[in-house]
C-alpha cells in the first residue's frame, strides 16, 4: 500500500544507493556515459541528515551544496530519491528549491511516490516562506511533462536553459579574452 511510504533526508551512508539512483536515471534518459559522479564526489559536495548510527558526529554531516530525499517502499527498498538544492529570487527576494533529479525506480511508478517526493518538497518550500519549486524536464520526456503539468506546474517556454561546461567552462574562468 502507497501510504506506508517513508521519506527521510540522505545520510552519508546512503552515498551508494543514491549513485546506484543516479545510474539508472541516466540509463533512464539514455545518457549513462555521461555520469562522472562518484562516491567520493557525491560524499564531498552534497549535504547529509545525522546518522542513525551517531548523530552527535559532526563527521556525519557536511555543508555541501545539495541534498537528497529518499522514499522507501513498505518492502523496505529505497524506491525513488528527490535530488536537490536552494536557489534564490531575486524579484520575489526570496528562497526558493530547484529539484536537480526525481526518480522513482520503474517497479515503483504509478504509486504516488513521485508526487510524494515533490509534495515534500513543496511543503518545504512553504517552511522557508520560499517563492517557487522549479525544475527542468527533457522535452521527449512526455510521461514526465505530462505528470508534472498534472501537479500544476507550467512549462516555462519564455526562458531558455544556458550551459557552460566542460572546456568552455575552463576557458572561461581563465579569464583570458
Known amino acids: 500500500m502507497a501510504s506506508e511510504y517513508t521519506i527521510r533526508p540522505a545520510t552519508r551512508e546512503d552515498v551508494p544507493t543514491i549513485l546506484s539512483l543516479i545510474h539508472e536515471l541516466a540509463a533512464y534518459e539514455n545518457a549513462t556515459s555521461s555520469v562522472v559522479a562518484t562516491e567520493e564526489s557525491l560524499a564531498r559536495t552534497l549535504s547529509f541528515a545525522p546518522s542513525s548510527n551517531n548523530t552527535s558526529s559532526p563527521s556525519t554531516q557536511n555543508s555541501g551544496y545539495a541534498k537528497t530525499l529518499l522514499l522507501t517502499a ?13 536557489n534564490y529570487s531575486t524579484w520575489r527576494a526570496a528562497p526558493g528549491i530547484y529539484l536537480e533529479d526525481l526518480f522513482v525506480k520503474p517497479k515503483y511508478r504509478k504509486r504516488g511516490y513521485g508526487k510524494a517526493l515533490i509534495r515534500e518538497l ?12 522549479e525544475w527542468s ?4 520526456n512526455k510521461p514526465s511533462l505530462d505528470f508534472y503539468e498534472a501537479l500544476g506546474a507550467k512549462r516555462m517556454s519564455e526562458w531558455v536553459g544556458l550551459r557552460v561546461d566542460g572546456d568552455a567552462l575552463n576557458t572561461l574562468a581563465g579569464g583570458k579574452e
Do not use: Q
Not at 122 to 133: C, D
Not at 137 to 140: A, D, Q, R
Open 74 to 86: 513498505p518492502e523496505g527498498e529505497v524506491a525513488g530519491m528527490a535530488l536537490y538544492f536552494h
Open 122 to 133: 513543496a511543503k518545504e518550500v512553504v517552511n522557508i516562506h520560499g517563492g517557487r519549486l
Open 137 to 140: 524536464c527533457l522535452n521527449w
